[in-house]
C-alpha cells in the first residue's frame, strides 16, 4: 500500500464500462487510487504489461460480475491470477462486485464462497459499505504498517453455524500486539466476549500453556478481549458494550512463567534432574560449549583439555545459571514469543 492509501484495480469488461466509470469516480472522491483500463491506456501501450503491473501494485481488485463478463477471458485471466496473488498475501485481494442481472448460481465458482458487494440491490448503501472498508483499512494500515488479515472460510463457516438464527451482523476488527496483526471477523451483535475468544484460540492455535524443555520452564496464558482500553466481561453481548460495525477489539495476552526448576526441585537435586531428564536440554549444552571455550586458551600450546576437565567446568557454568533463575518482563516476553510465531506466519 504505497503513501498508506489503499489502492484497488478494477477488472471489468467492455460492456460494463459505464459501471466501471461510475465506481471509479466514486472511489477517487473518496481519495481511494484506482487503476481502470479506459482511465489510463493510451494506443501503443502493452495491455498485459499494464495488468500484470496494475495487479501487482494493487491492494485490492474489483471484479465486477455481470452476465457479460462472467465469460469473458480477459476478466477470467485478471481474477485468477489475484486469487494467486491473494494466496501469497493470505488476506483479502479479491473483492467481487456483482452488477444487476447476474444471478447467484452464475457466480464462477472460485468466487462463490467471497462475501461480495451487491449492486442488485440497495446499491448506495453497498457502495458506502465498500468505501468505508476501504477507509478502515486505510486507517489500520496507518496504525500498524499492514493490512487486516481476514477470517478463513472454515472460521467464518463455524461461526455461522453457531448463530443460525442471528440476522444481526457486523464486521470487527481484533488486534493484538502479540502479534502485530489486525484479522477481520464477521460476527453477530449477540456474541460475547468468550466466544470471541474460543473462536479465537480455535482460529490461531493457541495454546492455555506451553513447557520448554531447554530452559524447565512453564508458559501459562490469560485471554480477554479489549474495547477502548477497557476489559470486557466474558458473558456480556458486544454490542452492549458500544461495539458497532467496524469496531477494532484488542487481544490482551496475559503470560505467566512458572520455573520449573526451583518449584519443582531442591537445588541440591538439580543436578539428578537434568540427569534424568531423558533428553538433552540446550543449557548442558550451552554450559558445555562455554566449558571449552573457557579451559582451552588457558592451556599449553598443542595440549588437549580432558574430557574430565571439561565435565568439571561445564558443571560450574551449569551451577551459575541454575543459580540465576530471576526471569525480567523481557525475557518472559522473549520466550513466550516462538510459541506465537506460527500466527504470524
Not at 49 to 73: K, M, P
Not at 86 to 95: G, K, M, N, Q, S
Not at 227 to 233: A, I, R, V
Request: glycine share 4%.
Amino acid at each position: 500500500m504505497s503513501n498508506q492509501k489503499p489502492t484497488v484495480f478494477i477488472s471489468h469488461a467492455g460492456p460494463d464500462k459505464v459501471q466501471a466509470n461510475e465506481l471509479y469516480n466514486l472511489l477517487l472522491k473518496f481519495g481511494i487510487k484506482a487503476h481502470l483500463d479506459q482511465k489510463e491506456l493510451q494506443f501503443g501501450d502493452n495491455v498485459i504489461t499494464w495488468i500484470n503491473d496494475s495487479i501487482q501494485e494493487s491492494d485490492y481488485l474489483l471484479v465486477l460480475l455481470s452476465t457479460t463478463s462472467i465469460d469473458r477471458y480477459w476478466v477470467k485471466t485478471e481474477w485468477s491470477a489475484a486469487l494467486m496473488k491473494e494466496a501469497d498475501l493470505r488476506r483479502t485481494f479479491v473483492i467481487p462486485v456483482v452488477l444487476p442481472g447476474l444471478k447467484d448460481d452464475q457466480l464462477p465458482a472460485l468466487l462463490r464462497s467471497k462475501l461480495f458487494v451487491d449492486l442488485r440491490n440497495d446499491k448506495e448503501s453497498q457502495l458506502l459499505q465498500l468505501v468505508n472498508r476501504l477507509k478502515q483499512d486505510e486507517q489500520i494500515v496507518k496504525d500498524h504498517g499492514r493490512l487486516p488479515t481476514p477470517a478463513s472460510l472454515s472460521t467464518q463457516e463455524s461461526i455461522s453455524s453457531n448463530f443460525k438464527e442471528n440476522n444481526e451482523w457486523i464486521s470487527v476488527l481484533i488486534y493484538s500486539n502479540r502479534f502485530g496483526k489486525v484479522f477481520r471477523f464477521s460476527v453477530p451483535k449477540s456474541a460475547t466476549p468468550s466466544y470471541l475468544l474460543s473462536m479465537l484460540r480455535e482460529a490461531l492455535n493457541l495454546k492455555w500453556s506451553n513447557i520448554d524443555e531447554n530452559l524447565f520452564v512453564e508458559l501459562s496464558y490469560t485471554y480477554a478481549i479489549g474495547f477502548n482500553g477497557n476489559h470486557l466481561g466474558l458473558d456480556t453481548p458486544i454490542s452492549d458494550a458500544g461495539v458497532t460495525d467496524g469496531s477494532k477489539l484488542e487481544l490482551w495476552i496475559r503470560v505467566t512463567l512458572t520455573d520449573l526448576l526451583e518449584n519443582g526441585k531442591a537445588r541440591l537435586d538439580k543436578g539428578e534432574w537434568l540427569k534424568g531428564a531423558g533428553k538433552e536440554t540446550l543449557l548442558p549444552k550451552i554450559s558445555y560449549f562455554l566449558a571449552c571455550r573457557t579451559i582451552q586458551p588457558h592451556l599449553e600450546l598443542h595440549k588437549i583439555a580432558s574430557e574430565d576437565e571439561i565435565r568439571k567446568e561445564s558443571d560450574k557454568i551449569l551451577d551459575l545459571i541454575m543459580n540465576d533463575r530471576n526471569f525480567t518482563s523481557a525475557q518472559i516476553a522473549l520466550i513466550a514469543k516462538r510459541y506465537f510465531d506460527h500466527v504470524d506466519a
